[in-house]
């Protein structure tokens, strides 16, 4: 959009919305929407906290484990599926199941099996983010161009050397799009997870804040979480804009 | 031959159903019932009308909440679609909202508005609405604009073009939009039952959990999530048939 | 200042009633200027070619001249009147047919005039008519998808002429189709123009597809866009379909014509 001809930057319309939250906030119109001013105060003041630091290491730590787990398993399953036809068709009626089946829903199962603790928030997060990543990535394998496969036998390509140097950058652009989506899933996983399953991380603070009504802490941290989801997010299409340059139409 | 892809479909399902079976006598866990076991629960739970009585008390929330978020996310992506005054305004919040773990908000949702109806509503909402306007405003926007071209140039109002090109161009998108919304949805619907108050569903979950009546609960979350799969299959096919010509492509192609 | 060159002998052009005149079109686009000052007059009744290469704005041209694009300066007129929009004295025929997918091949040819507010049995009757004139008998209820590009051509070319407007302004119509079928089309665009009283205004990149159809093809070049020049053919316009693409005044003047843009090919 343009204002007095010039061009306004995508995400600017931001800057409007934390001044109206600014407003709300001051003209006191609920409890719960203190101004932006305080939760940014609040949010400076208590960063450097131990209580903080505990719940963010605890966060970041089930939420990597949890994406790593979900790559190591994920990719090579979706490329095997991509590449053996009969694996693909037992097990791509369980990834469809899975991908659109509301995963909160196996939590329970998770919290009885492998207790209240850091385990299970870790397999939750794997969970929510591991078929996406299985699909893309056999996506990414099925959707090489025939010519280069042809290509690279017409060339008498080893296949050790045919994948590094041919089908893994072919299928580079598809896979890491499943690795972004997957990362925003296993963000949602690691809260949803943490909100059920035991009070530890970002969720043990929310439930200690709102039970509290410390309502700008609350604000704060949530602030904070969604700066981070959103900046993984975007880093995560930065590299998938890298890479894929060379993708083009599919 | 055509009947191999249905045939490894049902020794996919014998395979990992087996494997359940196996896995419950072994057993893995004390917690963890065989899938007869659960399988006969799910029985006794439905005859005895358990399983009903506690789906009409989940789905209230879901659809309710699909319904808002439908025809509120929907009217404001067309808007925001035709209008990039809106679309600077309101597309950054719903681009946040789509990365961002909005289940973090339901402990505010739940202080400000109570463990009712209301907040489980809300909870609904919040999970369908982004991706709902997202997939509106963006099908909107990318119409073809020869389409719209064509539209001028045969002397259609702004309000023709909008009503008999835009529209129908962005259906497609916008129904995948609502099945990824009804999904979300259901998330949402689940985790309010589990997090809010134990109604419905949720409520033969968490209570089968407490008193340590394994199969039951298993055979809660297994219904679920047929429940879901199904209806979201049943959504793609008619997806599929409705804009069958749409699917392949536009005209020009 | 004349921009044309008047090539091959041409009969006295001051009785020659135009249709639309083009004078004086700029048109920029930011810091791109794709026209520049271009003037062109389009003779009643004929077709005239605008041939030149990719990025000569002739396509910006036709949008102007069918009032779907504001010129920067200068101003076209359509039978006296400047264009100030979109009108019923003019048609437009799509490069990709700009067909709607969910509506049925009778419907899309309805739909020029079903904007018009012309009610729907009538121009239901019209349709099929031109349906008909076209060859589509057997798919009124066919959708795009399950034609061939041909016949998704001649369906934008039916609901061109179903509104009948005096000038018909055709954007590559055929460069989105087959070799064979493309030949099919400008075979018939011959007989199409002979019938219809009409005046067709033809983009083109195609050397041979311009001299053949053209009563007279106007050549830009790019960079700034001008008519370089008008050419006439005159001997062959009236001969059989079949004998134009061997008649050596066919022949000489498209070798011409490649010479001087030749250099203009990236």
């Avoid at chain 1, 609040?42 to 505990?54: A, M, Q, R």
């Avoid at chain 3, 061939?148 to 018909?168: F, I, K, N, T, Y």
Wanted: a neutral charge; hydrophobic letters at 50%; charged letters at 15%.
């Amino acid at each position: 959009m343009k204002l007095f001809g010039y061009q306004l930057p995508a995400m600017s319309s931001l800057i409007l919305w934390g001044i109206l939250w600014e407003l709300t906030g001051r003209l006191d119109v609920t409890f719960f929407v203190p101004p932006l001013s305080e939760v940014l105060e609040t949010l400076f003041s208590i960063i450097g906290t131990p209580v903080f630091v505990k719940a963010l290491s605890e966060t970041a730590y089930a939420f990597t484990m949890g994406v790593i787990a979900s790559i190591v398993i994920g990719i090579p399953v979706g490329i095997l599926m991509g590449k053996n036809r009969l694996l693909d068709e037992l097990l791509l009626p369980w990834v469809n199941i899975f991908l659109s089946a509301p995963l909160t829903a196996l939590v329970p199962v998770l919290m009885v099996l492998f207790g209240f603790g850091m385990k299970s928030i870790i397999i939750t997060t794997t969970l929510f983010a591991i078929w996406i990543i299985i699909l893309n990535s056999r996506a990414g394998v099925m959707q090489i161009n025939r010519s280069l496969v042809e290509m690279a036998h017409s060339f008498g390509a080893s296949p050790i050397d045919a994948f590094i140097k041919i089908y893994f950058w072919a299928a580079l652009p598809e896979i890491l799009g499943g690795v972004r989506i997957g990362v925003i899933r296993a963000v949602k996983g690691v809260i949803i997870g943490q909100l059920l399953i035991s009070i530890v991380g970002f969720g043990a603070l929310f439930e200690l804040y709102s039970s509290n009504f410390l309502m700008a802490h609350f604000w704060a941290v949530l602030v904070v979480l969604f700066a981070l989801a959103f900046t993984i997010a975007e880093f995560l299409a930065y590299l998938e804009r890298r890479v894929a340059y060379y993708a083009a139409k599919r | 031959m055509r009947s191999r892809p249905l045939f490894l479909k049902l020794l996919s399902a014998v395979i990992v159903f087996g494997a359940w079976e196996i896995a419950g006598r072994i057993p893995v866990s004390n917690a963890f019932p065989t899938f007869v076991e659960s399988m006969l629960a799910l029985v006794t739970l439905t005859l005895d009308g358990t399983m009903f009585t506690a789906y009409v008390e989940t789905l209230k929330p879901l659809v309710v909440g699909v319904a808002i978020s439908a025809a509120l996310g929907i009217g404001l992506g067309i808007w925001i679609g035709l209008s990039s005054k809106f679309d600077w305004l309101f597309s950054p919040i719903f681009i946040v909202m789509q990365s961002a773990p909005l289940a973090a908000l339901i402990p505010l949702l739940i202080i400000a508005y109570g463990i009712g109806l209301t907040s489980k509503v809300f909870v609904v909402c919040i999970m369908a609405m982004p991706v709902i306007v997202l997939n509106t405003s963006s099908a909107v926007r990318n119409t073809p604009t020869s389409m719209i071209e064509m539209g001028r140039a045969f002397l259609g109002t702004k309000l023709d073009i909008i009503l008999r090109i835009i529209i129908p161009s962005a259906s497609p998108i916008i129904f995948s939009g609502l099945r990824l919304g009804i999904s979300a949805g259901f998330i949402g619907a689940i985790l309010a039952e589990l997090k809010i108050t134990p109604t419905g569903v949720g409520d033969i979950i968490s209570f089968s959990r407490s008193i340590a009546d394994y199969p039951s609960m298993y055979a809660a979350i297994f219904s679920i999530i047929l429940l879901a799969v199904l209806f979201l299959n049943l959504l793609e096919k008619i997806e599929k048939v409705l804009f069958k010509g749409n699917i392949r492509g536009y005209a020009s192609d | 200042m004349p921009q044309t060159k008047e090539v091959i002998a041409t009969p006295d052009t001051r009785e020659i009633d135009y249709a639309v005149r083009a004078r004086g079109i700029s048109k920029s686009f930011g810091d791109v200027e794709a026209l520049r000052n271009l003037s062109l007059d389009f003779p009643r009744g004929q077709l005239t070619s605008v041939l030149g290469p990719s990025g000569c704005g002739k396509t910006t041209l036709l949008k102007i001249i069918a009032g779907l694009l504001a010129p920067t300066s200068g101003e076209v007129e359509v039978n006296g009147k400047p264009v100030t929009g979109p009108g019923p004295d003019r048609a437009f025929v799509f490069q990709d047919f700009a067909l709607l997918p969910w509506a049925s091949t009778l419907r899309n040819v309805a739909f020029g005039l079903e904007l018009r507010g012309v009610a729907k049995s009538e121009r239901e009757s019209i349709a099929e008519k031109y349906i008909r004139d076209f060859g589509l008998t057997g798919f009124e209820n066919s959708y795009p998808h399950e034609l061939s590009g041909g016949m998704r051509q001649r369906v934008g070319l039916a609901r061109a002429l179903s509104v009948d407007a005096q000038v018909l302004l055709m954007d590559e119509p055929f460069s989105a189709v087959d070799e064979q079928t493309r030949r099919k089309f400008q075979e018939d665009l011959l007989s199409l123009v002979q019938q219809e009283n009409k005046t067709f205004i033809f983009v083109t990149h195609s050397i041979e597809e311009a001299v053949y159809v053209s009563d007279q093809v106007a050549i830009l070049l790019p960079r700034p866009s001008r008519v370089s020049e008008i050419i006439r053919p005159t001997s062959f316009r009236n001969k059989g379909t079949d004998s134009i693409r061997r008649d050596p005044e066919y022949l000489d003047i498209v070798d011409k014509i490649w010479e001087s843009l030749r250099s203009y090919v990236e």
